[in-house]
Nanobody
Protein backbone atom coordinates (compact mmCIF):
# COMPACT_ATOMS: atom_id res chain seq x y z
CA UNK A 1 0.00 0.00 0.00
CA UNK A 2 1.14 3.49 -0.79
CA UNK A 3 1.72 5.80 2.14
CA UNK A 4 0.11 9.25 2.15
CA UNK A 5 2.30 12.24 1.27
CA UNK A 6 1.63 15.61 2.89
CA UNK A 7 2.56 19.05 1.62
CA UNK A 8 1.75 22.68 2.27
CA UNK A 9 3.21 23.26 5.71
CA UNK A 10 5.26 26.32 6.54
CA UNK A 11 5.69 29.36 8.72
CA UNK A 12 2.77 31.76 9.12
CA UNK A 13 1.91 34.59 11.46
CA UNK A 14 -0.90 34.28 13.97
CA UNK A 15 -4.22 34.98 12.28
CA UNK A 16 -2.94 33.71 8.96
CA UNK A 17 -4.02 30.78 6.82
CA UNK A 18 -2.50 27.64 5.33
CA UNK A 19 -3.83 24.78 3.26
CA UNK A 20 -2.35 21.35 3.76
CA UNK A 21 -2.62 18.77 1.01
CA UNK A 22 -2.29 15.01 1.16
CA UNK A 23 -1.91 12.62 -1.73
CA UNK A 24 -3.61 9.44 -0.55
CA UNK A 25 -5.49 6.69 -2.31
CA UNK A 26 -8.44 4.96 -0.66
CA UNK A 27 -11.73 6.43 -1.80
CA UNK A 28 -13.69 3.88 0.24
CA UNK A 29 -11.87 4.75 3.47
CA UNK A 30 -11.99 7.65 5.84
CA UNK A 31 -9.08 10.08 5.87
CA UNK A 32 -7.82 12.05 8.81
CA UNK A 33 -5.43 14.73 9.95
CA UNK A 34 -3.57 14.49 13.22
CA UNK A 35 -0.90 16.70 14.73
CA UNK A 36 1.89 16.41 17.24
CA UNK A 37 3.54 19.32 19.01
CA UNK A 38 6.98 18.98 20.64
CA UNK A 39 6.71 17.07 23.90
CA UNK A 40 3.04 16.34 23.34
CA UNK A 41 1.03 13.30 22.34
CA UNK A 42 -0.28 13.07 18.79
CA UNK A 43 -3.82 14.41 18.70
CA UNK A 44 -6.78 14.23 16.36
CA UNK A 45 -7.53 17.29 14.25
CA UNK A 46 -10.13 16.38 11.63
CA UNK A 47 -11.49 13.48 9.62
CA UNK A 48 -13.63 12.95 6.55
CA UNK A 49 -15.50 9.75 5.83
CA UNK A 50 -15.86 8.00 2.50
CA UNK A 51 -19.34 9.54 2.19
CA UNK A 52 -18.01 13.00 2.93
CA UNK A 53 -19.13 13.36 6.55
CA UNK A 54 -16.68 15.30 8.65
CA UNK A 55 -15.67 15.66 12.27
CA UNK A 56 -13.32 18.03 14.06
CA UNK A 57 -11.50 18.43 17.31
CA UNK A 58 -13.11 21.11 19.47
CA UNK A 59 -9.92 23.17 19.35
CA UNK A 60 -10.17 23.66 15.58
CA UNK A 61 -13.92 23.82 14.97
CA UNK A 62 -14.85 26.88 12.98
CA UNK A 63 -11.25 27.47 11.90
CA UNK A 64 -10.22 24.30 10.05
CA UNK A 65 -12.02 22.57 7.20
CA UNK A 66 -11.26 19.11 5.83
CA UNK A 67 -12.22 18.01 2.34
CA UNK A 68 -11.41 15.25 -0.10
CA UNK A 69 -11.24 14.87 -3.87
CA UNK A 70 -11.66 11.21 -4.76
CA UNK A 71 -10.89 11.83 -8.43
CA UNK A 72 -7.49 13.29 -7.61
CA UNK A 73 -6.94 11.06 -4.55
CA UNK A 74 -6.32 14.12 -2.42
CA UNK A 75 -7.31 15.25 1.04
CA UNK A 76 -7.04 18.87 2.14
CA UNK A 77 -7.00 20.73 5.43
CA UNK A 78 -7.81 24.42 5.11
CA UNK A 79 -6.69 26.28 8.21
CA UNK A 80 -7.64 29.88 8.99
CA UNK A 81 -7.23 32.13 12.01
CA UNK A 82 -4.16 30.17 12.98
CA UNK A 83 -2.86 30.42 16.53
CA UNK A 84 0.61 29.74 17.97
CA UNK A 85 -0.84 26.68 19.71
CA UNK A 86 -1.58 25.18 16.27
CA UNK A 87 2.18 24.78 15.80
CA UNK A 88 2.89 21.08 15.25
CA UNK A 89 3.81 18.44 12.74
CA UNK A 90 0.64 17.58 10.86
CA UNK A 91 0.07 14.01 9.69
CA UNK A 92 -2.32 12.68 7.10
CA UNK A 93 -3.68 9.19 7.63
CA UNK A 94 -5.91 6.67 5.89
CA UNK A 95 -8.33 4.67 8.01
CA UNK A 96 -9.34 1.01 7.83
CA UNK A 97 -12.93 2.12 8.10
CA UNK A 98 -15.25 4.13 5.86
CA UNK A 99 -16.66 6.44 8.53
CA UNK A 100 -14.82 9.39 10.00
CA UNK A 101 -13.16 8.52 13.29
CA UNK A 102 -10.95 10.46 15.72
CA UNK A 103 -9.27 7.31 17.04
CA UNK A 104 -5.72 6.93 15.75
CA UNK A 105 -5.63 3.13 16.02
CA UNK A 106 -8.30 3.03 13.31
CA UNK A 107 -5.77 4.43 10.84
CA UNK A 108 -3.19 2.14 9.28
CA UNK A 109 -1.44 4.31 6.72
CA UNK A 110 0.41 7.43 7.84
CA UNK A 111 2.38 10.10 6.06
CA UNK A 112 5.73 11.48 7.17
CA UNK A 113 4.20 14.75 8.33
CA UNK A 114 4.54 18.40 7.42
CA UNK A 115 5.61 21.13 9.83
CA UNK A 116 3.27 24.02 10.57
CA UNK A 117 4.70 26.86 12.62
CA UNK A 118 2.56 29.80 13.73
CA UNK A 119 4.45 32.79 15.08
CA UNK A 120 2.92 35.22 17.54
Amino acid sequence: QVQPVESGGGLVQAGGSLRLSCAASGRTFAMGWFRQAPGEEREFVAAVGASGNTMYADSVKGRFSISRDNVKNMVYLQMISLKPEDTAVYYCAVARKSWATPVSINYDRWGQGTQVTVSS
